[in-house]
């Protein structure tokens, strides 16, 4: 099915662009798919074409650093299909993907998936009224839209993002009525047996401590340690409650922007067929990889934060490894280059990966997150709560598919990417299992919205249309 | 059913954009101008807070991931329902309305 590519990469965030630069630079014809309409994925997004007066002052030197990237890759012979949004992917590596409003289908031999993460859902009572967002919503309003908050925004939750969003607004001279923190105290001490191995990344945890200095500098309430949190309105957001430190507040807020963390988005590597494993350090699914990030299904590469979280900085050393591992299969390179090449990006790596131990530790989700009281409404799309989860987990329900049955939780819109870690969780809690043991949403093609139409329209590359 | 949610809420998101070239579309039949470059969604959150009301409940629903995972800005786009409002650039002349429970996407005047 589809035309036959070389190489072809999902995805335009920092592991698929280096990926895909590093293979084109050896003559490999190189294909890459990406959802948005300019390459940096959601950490550089729109870096290349910035609509913010000054955004190294006002979004950081991070987020800037990342054009260097960008253009690397733009100016490669990588081919570069922006726009397109991928549908399905098999094991046989046929990808099956949408664009201008018609499917076209391409097979590959390797088969680079770097999709990214999402939002890791945190739910409590009200989480679904308008004016609740995600902060990375907020920072996406900021970097490719070039929106700010109206109204003072109350941030709720934590997690590097929450401090970023909150010093970037105020380098806008925008206000934040308050930063609800729900690390709790524990979470600290835990985080505290890391931190030698975390010296690797000091200069990012001297950033984590600006960022906080700045906010206190300027005035912003900082509740410690919330929890029992509960957005109020009727039909849209009025206001927050929670108690933090035994004192219970209530704020008035139009805004409220919450953040729990990152997981990866796994629909792909489902359909691909490769083989997951429960991270119960980061309290999500990973995919297996071998150390050159092969996947458990020849020829499908897993990179980036859609693999495992493990931010920006390891994304590109696994985009480095992934490329010279795919570099030697197609032999453009030779078994003592590769060796000579991927050990120092291991070694990197493995070093990097110890930054990573202190943040799961220090910012891992609170518990009431991960299972949330009975009135929270679990699944945003049909709109079921946690107390119907609980009780079909009580009555022997075995898992997240057969609770869809039981309940059509999941069934929705969204197709379970916002309910699934809450209803595993709560079966194993409730039934005192691992979620290991519960599992995870199957998900089949297509796991976009694609009419008749828009799949009668297939063709099989349309490339050369760029 | 009142509708009256859609109206009452305010504007939630302001521009900052250093973009002065506009585009103009139509949502819920009020002609808005936009920077270019904007997408669906992020034009609703300059108007409001809400995109739509549900499917189960028909309550008021509003942008959330502006990622493409959540589906809560689903609107109706020159006439195809179900359409991601984050995942969708402003094109002059795009007739966006506000989708009402399951399926029905109809036009709803008074939208402020």
């Not at chain 1, 945190?122 to 839209?145: D, E």
């Not at chain 2, 329902?81 to 969708?88: F, I, K, L, P, S």
Request: hydrophobic share 40%.
């Amino acid at each position: 099915m589809g035309e036959k590519c070389p190489v072809v990469v999902v995805g335009a965030g920092p592991a698929g662009l280096t990926a895909a630069t590093l293979i084109s630079q050896y003559d490999v014809d190189v294909t890459l798919l990406d959802d948005q309409l300019s390459p940096g994925g959601q950490i550089y997004r729109q870096v290349s074409d910035s609509k913010i007066a000054n955004p190294e002052t006002v979004l950081g030197a991070d987020y800037t650093g990342g054009k260097a990237l960008v253009d690397r890759f733009l100016e490669s012979s990588a081919r570069y299909v922006p726009g397109a949004s991928v549908w399905g992917v098999n094991r046989k590596r046929e990808v099956s993907y949408l664009r201008n409003d018609a499917s076209f289908f391409l097979q590959t031999d390797h088969l680079i998936l770097s999709v990214g993460c999402q939002e890791r859902p945190m739910p409590f009572p009200g989480w679904q009224l308008p004016g609740v967002l995600t902060a990375g919503a907020a920072q996406i309003m900021l970097k490719s839209q070039a929106m700010a908050p109206e109204k003072a925004p109350i941030l709720v939750g934590s997690g590097p993002l929450l401090l970023l969003l909150a010093w970037q607004y105020l380098n806008l001279g925008l206000k934040v009525k308050a930063i609800v923190e729900t690390t709790q105290t524990q979470h600290y001490f835990h985080a505290l047996k890391h931190l030698p191995g975390a010296i690797v990344g000091r200069q990012q945890l001297v950033k984590g401590l600006k960022f906080l200095k700045d906010i206190r500098a300027a005035g912003i309430a900082v509740y410690k340690g919330a929890s029992e949190i509960r957005a109020l309105g009727d039909q849209v957001l009025e206001g927050i409650c929670f108690s933090s430190r035994g004192k219970q507040h209530t704020l008035n807020a139009e805004l409220v922007f919450i953040h729990q963390g990152v997981t990866p988005q796994l629909q792909l590597p489902k359909l691909a067929e490769c083989e997951l494993e429960y991270l119960v350090s980061q309290k999500c699914w990973s995919a297996k990889t071998d150390q050159f990030c092969e996947s458990t299904v020849e020829g499908v590469h897993l990179i980036g934060d859609g693999q495992q979280i493990n931010g920006a900085e390891v994304a590109e050393i696994s985009g480095q490894i992934c490329a010279l591992n795919v570099l030697k299969k197609l032999k453009r390179i030779d078994q003592e280059d590769f060796d000579r090449l991927s050990k120092p990006l291991l070694v990197k790596k493995k070093r990097q990966l110890k930054l990573r131990q202190f943040l799961d530790a220090l910012y891992t989700p609170s518990d009431i997150f991960i299972t949330p009281s009975d009135e929270t409404m679990v699944c945003r799309c049909e709109e079921v709560s946690a107390a119907t989860i609980r009780e079909i987990a009580r009555g022997g329900c075995q898992g997240p598919n057969q609770a869809k049955s039981f309940s059509r939780c999941g069934m929705g819109h969204c197709q379970g990417r916002f309910c699934e870690a809450t209803v595993s969780a709560l079966i194993a809690k409730e039934q005192d299992r691992s979620v290991a043991d519960i599992g995870f949403y199957r998900v089949r093609p297509p796991i976009r919205p694609l009419t008749l139409g828009q799949l009668g329209r297939g063709q099989s590359d349309d490339r050369e249309t760029n | 059913m009142s509708y009256q949610i859609l109206v009452a809420v305010d504007s939630m998101f302001k521009s900052i954009s250093e973009c002065s070239e506009l585009v103009e579309f139509s949502l819920n039949g009020k002609l808005v101008q936009v920077p270019k470059g904007t997408n669906v969604a992020a034009a609703v959150l300059l108007e409001s807070a809400v995109c739509r009301t549900t499917v189960v409940s028909n309550t008021a629903r509003g942008p959330f991931c502006m990622m493409g995972v959540c589906f809560d800005c689903l609107v109706s786009i020159d006439g195809l329902a179900n359409q991601q409002g984050c995942q969708t650039l402003v094109e002059p002349g795009m007739e966006v309305i506000v989708q009402r429970g399951a399926v029905e996407a109809e036009r709803v005047d008074d939208y402020g």
